[in-house]
Each structure stands twice: as C-alpha cells, then as structure tokens.
C-alpha cells in the first residue's frame, strides 16, 4: 500500500499540458506566495520578540534530543545585481564581516545556552547575500563556533551557496574541509547581453571550473540557479543558456521567475522596464526550459524546481516525504529550524521568528543581551492543519483527506466547505481531481500550484472577505527578504 500523500501519478508534462498551461496563465493568475512557510512570511508581527523567542526555545528544549535544522545568512556582497530583492550588504570593506562573524558567534552561544544541552545538526545551509564574501578565516570562525554550540552530524546535508566570480580551487577545498556537501551557485543567464543587463558578469567557464571542483572533491549535490523574465532574454536565448547549463549536468536546478518590483527593490530601478521579455514571451521562455529540462531527464519538482530522478529531492518527493521549508523544499521533514544572523527567519516549536534586517540593530540587541527576534508568529491548531495540508499539495500533488481527517481530529467537508466550492471551480479548468476520498493536482494544476494552495490560505480569504488597501512600497512587512522570495 502506497504512503498516504505518495505523490500522483502526474509527473511528467506533454505538449497538452503545456499547451493548456500557455492558454490558462493568461486567465489566472499563477502568483501568490511561495509557502515556504504557513502563515506566510508578510503576516508575522512585532510582538514575538526576545521573549517569544525564549519561550519558543525552551519548548524546542523538551523535544532534545531531535535533531535540528540551521540556517545562516551572511548579508555582504561585493557587487550589486540589479535584480537582486535579498537582504544584503554591498561593501568592499572586509573588515565589515569580521565584527558580524564575532556576532553571529554570540547569536550560536546565546540560542545554544537556550536549548540546554549540544543539539544534533542534520541540514545546514548557509545563505546571503555572499557566504563566500567571508575570508577562509572567518569562514574557519564561524565553522569552529558552529561546533562548539552543536554537533553537526556528518551524514547531514550541509549546503552553502556559492557566487562562481568569487571561488577558486583553494576555497572550494576549504569548504569541503569545514564539511559542506552540497553547494548551490547562482548563475542567472550565461548571454553577455543579459549578464551586463543585471550586472552580474560571470563567465560559463568560471561556473564550468566551480562544478568540476566540486565533483572532484566529492560535493554529494550541485544546484544551480536561473532566472527567467530578465533584460534581453528571448526564448532562444534563454534556450541557449539551458543548454550551457545542462552540460554541467547539475543535480538540481531553480529557475526562478524575475518579478519586475523597482518600487520594492531599489536596485531593480537600474533595469531598463522597456528591455524586459513581454508576458507573452516570458511564458514561452518558461514554457519552453520546461521541455527542455524534462526531455534532459529532470523531473518537475514543483515551484520553480527541478532535480535529477537520483538526486534526494526527486527521491524524497517519490516517496511523499517531501517538505517545503524557507530554503524551498527539503528532504527531511519536522526539525525546528534555527535562523542565524540579519533577517534570518526560524521555525521553532510552533512559532516563526525572525531577526532584525540591520546589523546596527542586530548588533545591538545581542549587545543588551537579548536574542535580536524583532518579528514573528505563534502557530494555532487551525495553522498547523493549513499548513499540512498546503505542504501535501505543494510537495505531493496530493492529499489524503481520511488521513487529515484522522490526524487532525476534523470532519474534512464541514470544516472546508468554502474551500471545496472553490477548489470545484479550480477543478472546471483541470488544476485538480477531487474525490470523497482525495484531492489531486492534474499536471496542468502543478504548474499553478500555487493557485490551489491559496485556496487553503485562511488569511488570504480572510483579506478578500474584507478588502484592505495595498502595502505601502516602503512598508517593510510587504518586502519579502528570505533569499527566495526574492523573484516572488
Ligand atoms: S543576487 Fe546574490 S550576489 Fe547578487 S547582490 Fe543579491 S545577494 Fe548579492
């Protein structure tokens, strides 16, 4: 008998589907938020704090020894992208990242000394910004503090991710020495037009050369990033660049959809609005990586996603144990996960917090000795149902609603009855197949499977029952600042 959320059936696309994709995205709206966490990430607020967060991390304390997961932000870059909506620090002055490496320190020591006793680490991911705008001491720093706080298993996935312009042969092997396993390296595009477009002139061979590395010294997974919708790119351009990409035969890929926000991200107001590829031609570039990466062998994870049937993604979503966690997807389910450093977000014993965007404010509050949380949200039951049940469909394609109905204590149609009438209508054109027993995105619907989560998203609902007017451009809850919210 299959898992009870063991993914559907509708794995790979066809020209039908695509087809019908190319139709429909004119009519619905394919946006809205990625769910890398329920509540999304724009509904936390101020009143979790220090307090909220100790109180979060001494309920994490009772479930020891479980394992943890951590994530690190490290904010500097040396160069701005123009596309770029993360939160990070432009500077050429390295002297910057040793006072915030001496802080990240004190942020381990202080949520260490909060859990109790050392704490098993199975998924480590380091983000930015730059991770590698660290100098191989600092990095040796921050490594060397992350080991006295906890113990990073060795079986675990620890991933960093990588700008190919700024790594040689030297640093790739220091990261394998300090026990990374997997890295992620940003590309965008490989055409010369594009790349001055964005501002982020990086050669295939400086790529080419990060990966080989890699492989030479035993890195167990090689992501890479695209990004579709930029400054100059055509279908056949982008082609091109899929092409380029495939013969580094990466074990995943994203392929993220750039999202035009000059009035959100001020460095996006440096990008020529009238060199953008229309929607017309946006949807066929997507369209079109689509069969591409799919014919290469890639399966379609979901959500921009696409990796390798081998690679413990592809595996983990076959088996229905997939996640979606704020790195995206992830392969091992229900760890508290730690945010470290400047706007770092964790999830820890039902509540999200979040730390301060600023160094100065970051620095101060570890500086009065307080955990620097300045946002976040405590979880109820009905949050934690939602969130289930978003995370089955984004992950699987499937639910099983007896086994929600058994976990969670509910009687499925009367508590979602409003929900099922729109998913009826979401079902008039193909996204999903609802039976008594079960609710399937098609493969059509996987492709707007963000359509369908939104249906389940109470405050989403909540806010179209009671119109509000749109967030000011300066309002910092409307910016989303986890690293992958950057191209919505
Ligand atoms: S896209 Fe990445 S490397 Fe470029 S400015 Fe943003 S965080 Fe830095």
């Known amino acids: 008998m299959s898992a009870p959320n ?42 979790v704090g220090d307090a909220g967060y100790r109180h979060a991390l001494n309920a994490c304390r009772a479930n020891a020894p479980a394992p943890l997961s951590l994530y690190l932000h490290i904010p500097f870059c040396e160069n701005i992208c123009y596309y770029c909506g993360c939160n990070k620090i432009i500077t050429k002055d390295h002297s910057r990242s040793a006072r915030y490496v001496d802080y990240l320190s004190r942020e381990m ?56 312009r700024r790594v040689t042969d030297d640093r790739m092997a220091l990261l394998a020495e300090l026990g990374f396993n997997r890295i992620s390296l940003g590309v965008q595009d490989f055409d010369p037009e594009v790349q001055q477009a964005i501002h982020r002139v990086q050669s295939f061979e400086e790529t080419r050369s990060v990966v080989l ?7 167990q997974s090689v992501s890479m990033d695209l990004i579709y919708g930029l400054p100059h790119q055509t279908t056949a351009r982008f082609n091109a660049t899929v092409d380029r990409t495939l013969e580094l035969h990466p074990d995943r890929l994203s392929v993220y959809s750039y999202a035009h926000l000059p009035h959100v991200f001020k460095p996006q107001r440096r990008i020529d609005a009238a060199a953008l590829p229309p929607a017309g031609e946006k949807l066929d570039i997507l369209v079109s990586t689509i069969e591409r990466l799919t014919a290469a062998g890639y399966i379609y994870i979901g ?30 389910a229900g760890y508290d996960q730690i945010g470290l450093g400047v706007s770092a977000i964790g999830a820890v014993a039902g509540h ?83 039976t008594p027993a079960r609710i399937e995105i098609t493969t059509l619907g996987r492709l707007l499977v963000r359509r369908v989560a939104m249906v389940f998203d109470r405050y989403l609902r909540a806010d179209a029952a009671r119109p509000r007017p749109a967030p000011a451009a300066n309002d910092a809850k409307a910016v989303p600042i986890a690293r992958y919210s950057r191209v919505v």
Do not use: K
């Open 213 to 219: 590395a890699a492989r030479r010294l035993g890195f």
């Open 352 to 434: 999200y917090v979040q730390n301060a965007r600023t160094t100065d404010e970051y620095y101060a509050a570890l500086d009065a000795g307080r955990l620097p949380t300045v946002r976040g949200f405590e979880t109820s039951a009905d949050d934690h149902l939602r969130r289930a049940i978003i995370g089955a469909l984004m992950c699987n394609g499937t639910l099983d609603i007896a086994a929600v109905e058994a976990e969670h204590g509910i009687d499925f149609a009367t508590v979602f009855a409003p929900e099922l009438a729109d998913l009826d209508r979401l079902a008039e054109d193909n996204l999903v197949r609802r």
């Open 303 to 332: 959500m921009d996603h696409f990796a390798l049937p081998g690679d413990d993604l592809a595996i983990a979503q076959r088996e229905g144990r997939l996640q979606r966690n704020f790195q995206g997807y992830a392969t091992h």
């Open 6 to 47: 063991t993914p559907s059936a509708s794995t790979a696309f066809d020209r039908h589907a695509l087809a019908d994709f190319r139709s429909l995205a004119g009519r619905i709206d394919g946006n809205g938020p990625r769910y890398t966490s329920y509540p999304t990430a724009d509904r936390f607020h101020a009143e």
């Open 109 to 164: 020591a202080m949520v260490a000394g909060q859990l109790g006793e050392r704490r098993a680490v199975m998924q480590s991911h380091w983000g930015g910004g730059t991770p590698t705008f660290l100098d191989p001491g600092e990095m040796r720093a921050v490594m060397a503090a992350l080991h006295q706080h906890f113990d990073l298993l060795p079986e675990g996935e620890h991933a960093i991710e990588i700008d190919p």
